[in-house]
């Protein structure tokens, strides 16, 4: 087979990158470039959306004779492109710096050839969004919705490809589209819609997969059967954008993501409004997709995504930010329901997900959660939550670059769910690198100033660089987006630690009672109340509190280590043995990454 040919020309954005004369233009007119910065940036072009190892750079730029400063030079190249691009370190458009990793490329590459035509490649990512309900019928709601979670699900197995998790693509449900708008604002090379209308029994579905290049139709199809043929129509899309794509599967590959996880309709509504519920992460809500999801059980006793939802639902109970219910309440069901997922389909991603996070928070089994989390990416490589409770695992380990890198691959799949977004910076924050979380927190911040978490770990920042006033304003902005009019606990106690920061032991003291008061008629974690202890430097009583974590079986826990409001404990004795009782045979390795200090990340 003949190598690929190479292209001639890079375009992104309003700027071209003439490969063979060695030239970079904007909307045309040539910008000054030296050589090596302009080498950098080929390399970079190359891999869109991968890391660009400073090794590798090395070994391009910097031949092994040659006597400079590699890392002075490579810096001082990488800032003369981002001065050329009108880029930033700081918020990068273009060029983002992994941390003692290298550098990628963050936009979409369109490669031309000598004449300006675009060079066909094999597509690396698609979106898929929330098909339109155009018959005025709730029902074509849930179809709507329906399909195109289940092609999401499909997709999302495939190795080659990188598929835009749900959250992020419901976004533009019920929204006047441009799909190669779409596909910019998401960074994808595809972006499949569609539209379907209920005329009595009958389905009419329409659909159209656009190139974000371009702008051209690289599929298009429309069915007119009976609802009853849903799953059918569904299948026969699939195979038929695999055929366009040209995608290589191997016969495994291709079974796995035909299967079909129920044969029934209703459970399949029923598992969706499960699904639905459980990302409001809500109380009622995840209540309610409990609810859905056993109903989906009793309709398809073998359906295993709906014991898998399960799972899912009391694997979030019980853990930060949530804090619902004991984890001895909730932990073991979600296990069981994992465990019975996988008796039904033993490749199911999502419970070998679920079961990596019991094993990381509850069992604190590091090896078996790390095993886990490998397997659900290894059979399903976009699903968003994988790569996120992985992150978690990562952090709790002392495995930080790895962190980042997850962070990183959740944002990529799931771009404008408030997680997605704001993982990156809690990565940082657990690295100690705290002046640059504030940052990025403070830019996810203006796009979701009702996602809590964000206002939480913005408090930790702000703690951590000396600033608990600022803190205190976080806090109290986490505290008034409690749902339901009930104070959240967890925000709560963190604004009793800012407090106790900031002297001001009165406001403290009140919150500690509220604390108390609200432990009458709900469960309070163990950490709310060590943590106001915390920050007014009674110590005694927040390794009181931190010995009673051990007994409740926090999932908070796993976070002793990379934590910085712990590090006032970490000279004592009890701290210690607490320390090895959480981690084992980590806890050497975990205290090592625990004694840095804060660092500066910017280059």
């Excluded at 710096?97 to 963050?106: A, H, K, N, S």
């Amino acid at each position: 087979m003949d190598a690929p040919a190479r292209p001639a020309i890079a375009r992104f954005g309003n700027f071209e990158l003439h490969l063979k004369t060695g030239e970079l233009r904007k909307s045309g007119i040539r910008i000054r470039l030296s050589e090596q910065p302009f080498q950098i940036l080929a390399m970079l072009v190359e891999k869109p959306g991968e890391v660009v190892s400073r090794d590798e750079l090395r070994q391009k730029l910097w031949s092994d004779d040659t006597f400079v400063d590699f890392e002075r030079g490579l810096n001082r190249a990488v800032n003369k492109l981002r001065d050329a691009l009108c880029d930033s370190a700081d918020v990068p458009r273009f060029i983002e710096t992994v941390p003692r990793r290298g550098y990628r490329f963050l936009v979409p590459v369109d490669n031309r050839d000598e004449t300006g035509s675009h060079m066909e490649a094999a597509p690396r990512s698609i979106a898929i969004l929330p098909f339109t309900n155009e018959s005025g019928m709730s029902d074509g709601d849930y179809l709507g919705d329906g399909i195109a979670e289940s092609l999401i699900y499909r997709f999302a197995e495939l190795p080659s490809l990188r598929v835009m998790a749900r959250i992020t693509a419901f976004r533009y449900r019920n929204r006047e589209l441009d799909a190669q708008m779409v596909g910019r604002e998401l960074s994808v090379d595809l972006v499949l819609t569609g539209r379907l209308m209920v005329r009595g029994q009958t389905l009419v579905i329409s659909s159209e997969l656009v190139d974000v290049h371009d702008g051209s139709l690289v599929w298009g199809q429309q069915y007119s059967r009976p609802v009853a043929d849903l799953f059918a129509i569904q299948d026969e899309m699939s195979r038929s954008i695999f055929d366009k794509l040209r995608l290589t599967l191997t016969k495994n590959q291709l079974d796995r993501v035909q299967r079909r996880q129920t044969s029934s309709l209703e459970a399949h509504h029923l598992y969706l409004r499960g699904v639905y519920n459980w990302n409001k992460r809500e109380l009622t809500a995840v209540r309610k997709a409990v609810e859905c999801f056993h109903q989906a059980q009793e309709v398809d006793p073998s359906y295993a995504l709906a014991h898998s939802g399960v799972a899912d639902c009391f694997a979030v109970l019980s853990i930060f930010p949530y804090c619902f219910i004991p984890p001895a309440e909730a932990m073991p069901r979600a296990k069981a329901a994992a465990e019975r997922a996988l008796e039904l389909d033993s490749d199911l991603a999502e419970a070998h997900t679920t079961l990596g996070l019991v094993s990381l928070v509850y069992e604190r089994n590091f090896a078996e959660s790390d095993v886990r989390f490998r397997r659900a990416q290894e059979l399903k490589p976009s699903y968003s939550t994988a790569h996120l409770w992985n992150c978690l695992h990562c952090i709790a380990t002392g495995r930080l670059e790895e962190a980042h890198e997850e962070a990183r691959k959740t944002r990529d799949l799931d771009p404008l769910s408030p997680i997605g977004s704001t993982l990156p910076a809690i990565a940082a924050y657990y690295d100690r690198q705290y002046d640059r979380s504030v940052e990025q927190l403070a830019t996810v911040a203006t796009l979701e100033p009702s996602y809590p978490m964000v206002h939480l770990f913005t408090g930790y920042a702000e703690c951590a660089v000396g600033h608990p006033e600022r803190a205190i304003e976080a806090f109290s902005k986490a505290l008034q987006l409690s749902p339901g009019g009930a104070p959240n606990l967890v925000a709560l106690s963190r604004l009793g630690y800012a407090y106790g920061r900031a002297g001001n032991r009165d406001k403290a003291a009140e919150i500690l009672q509220q604390l108390d008061e609200a432990a009458s008629t709900q469960w309070i974690p163990a950490h709310a109340r060590m943590f106001v202890y915390l920050g007014l430097e009674e110590l005694d009583k927040a390794l009181d509190g931190l010995d009673e974590m051990l007994r409740e079986r926090s999932d908070y826990l796993i976070y002793l280590n990379p934590h910085g409001v712990f590090d006032p404990l970490r000279k004592e004795p009890r701290f210690a043995a607490i320390v090895r009782e959480v981690y084992g045979s980590l806890s050497v390795a975990a205290a090592a990454s625990a004694s840095g200090t804060k660092r500066s990340t910017k280059k």
